[in-house]
């Protein structure tokens, strides 16, 4: 077999993942995975591995495939990567969002940063090394997956309860969202270039709260009214003002950026400084609870027995206890709570050789990189593969413009990513396997 150049292929390999459609809105009604999970069997399998397809349900698809390396006897790594992305509204965008098209140096489309980048570059460099006959020092199981986007539960959820076998031998892994790059003082013409790996994630509650009172005429009057209990219910959660709470990997990212302590009372302040990063840092100095919708009644004048309400909750690691105990004294009595979704938080220490291997493969590409861990405030597939004992980080290198508001590019309009950190990716990444 010629060998391929990962770097050539990455682009082609992005742009097709997007044009396939694999929108998830969380109902199962979507077009599934199939698709997208037969175009990556079809490119593993061209360069002699035998991926397998499996479905949770129809067409929610999942691929995974297994490298043997130079030393089986060693433990494994996984490398996951999602499938599907969310929903978009097309004429919001100035390029169609299945386009996959290649514009002022970017790949536009939706999943171009979340995350059909890392699967193609994921794709890449396991074709550029397998082509060529180069084995990883160690076993590595690659995991596609469906359903991320909701939560998993017909991806990594279904995979780790129905098939753990698949995934014998892994102890640790690297997936979404990490490796990319922040350049600090941009503004004023700085260049020092952070390298953000996720080594935490927030816990997820989205939680339904319900409010019952007394059913009735709308010019009455009504003490047990349950649009009013929610609706204070509501308000009380909503302004809460929850503590700061710096947790390990919070503390390591401050004490890595500013090179000084900075105390809870400090960080608030510390995170201003963080130009475009400062949104997806400053939601991980506390738990949240936004409330996101509100449904009651049916008619005007009709006074309804019940009304609800959805909220998006999420609870540092360490801090799921205080969380629900908060939750349940804002909403007090008369206001039940019941989960949509639930699942942990994570965290690891940022030490190790995997985190050395991630660090020298990104030195290896741009030696002033200052390599960083952080928290992610929403959450990714490695909460299903924790369940499993795997160790893992958000590592998706890519070296990105001052510029760009890459954490605005998740779940927005005219998500895109460069060619050239596409390209830049392939490059750590397939450095990264030599190192693990």
């Known amino acids: ?31 599934g995975e199939r698709k997208a999970a037969e175009y990556v069997a079809a490119k593993l399998a061209d360069v ?20 043997e390396g130079a030393d089986p006897g060693r433990d494994a790594l996984l490398l996951h990567g999602h499938l599907d992305v969310v929903p978009f509204t097309a004429s919001d965008w100035r390029h169609h969002p299945l386009s996959g ?33 180069r084995k990883p020092p160690r076993d590595i199981v690659l995991a596609f997956t469906a359903d991320e986007e909701a939560g ?24 979404e969202v990490g490796g990319f790059s922040v350049t600090m003082g941009a503004q004023d013409g700085g260049s020092r270039r952070l390298y953000l790996i996720e080594a935490a994630e927030k816990g997820i509650a989205w939680m339904r709260l319900t409010a019952k009172g007394r059913a009735g005429h709308g010019s009455m ?36 950026v ?18 475009l990063l400062a949104r997806m840092i400053g939601a991980t100095l506390r738990n949240t609870a936004n409330p996101t919708m ?11 027995q019940a009304a609800t309400a959805h909220v998006d909750g999420r609870f540092l690691p360490g801090y799921e206890d205080e969380f629900f105990q908060t939750v349940d004294e804002l909403l007090g009595p008369n206001v039940t709570r019941e989960f949509v979704y639930h699942d942990v938080a994570v965290e690891t220490s940022f030490t190790g050789p995997l985190v050395k291997a991630m660090a020298d493969a990104l030195h290896e590409e741009d ?37 760009l508001d890459f954490s605005g590019m998740f779940h927005g309009i005219d998500e895109r990513v460069p060619v050239d950190s596409l390209r830049f990716g392939v490059r750590v990444l397939d450095r990264f396997l030599d190192y693990c």
């Not at 514009?103 to 980048?117: E, I, L, N, S, Y």
Request: charged content about 25%; overall charge negative; some cysteine.
């Open 1 to 31: 077999m010629t060998p391929l150049n990962g770097e050539d292929e990455v682009v082609e390999l992005c742009g097709d993942l997007i044009r396939i459609d694999s929108t998830n809105a969380g109902d199962n009604s979507g077009p």
């Open 48 to 67: 002699g591995l035998e991926p397998q397809i499996l479905e949770s349900d129809n067409g929610r698809a999942n691929v995974i495939a297994r490298i």
């Open 101 to 133: 098209e290649v514009a002022d140096g970017c790949v536009w489309g939706r999943g171009a940063v979340d995350m059909k980048d890392m699967d193609a570059m994921i794709l890449a460099v396991v074709r550029q090394r397998l082509s060529a006959g």
């Open 152 to 175: 998993g539960n017909y991806g990594a959820q279904w995979l780790t309860e129905n098939h753990r076998h698949l995934f014998d031998g892994c102890t640790e892994a690297i997936g």
């Open 221 to 256: 009057l009504n003490d047990e009214n349950a649009v009013t209990e929610l609706a204070e219910a509501v308000g009380r959660l909503g302004r809460y003002e929850w503590p700061v709470r710096l947790t390990s990997t919070v503390q390591a990212f401050f004490d890595e």
């Open 258 to 275: 500013f090179e000084v302590e900075v105390k809870a009372e400090d960080a608030e302040a510390a995170v201003a400084e963080l130009g």
């Open 294 to 304: 509100l449904a009651a009644g049916y008619k005007a004048n009709v006074i309804p």
């Open 367 to 403: 030696p002033g990189a200052k390599v960083v861990p952080y928290t992610l405030s929403g959450g990714t597939d490695l909460k299903a593969f924790s369940r499993l004992g795997i160790r893992g980080f958000g590592f998706a290198p890519l070296q990105l413009p001052p510029d």
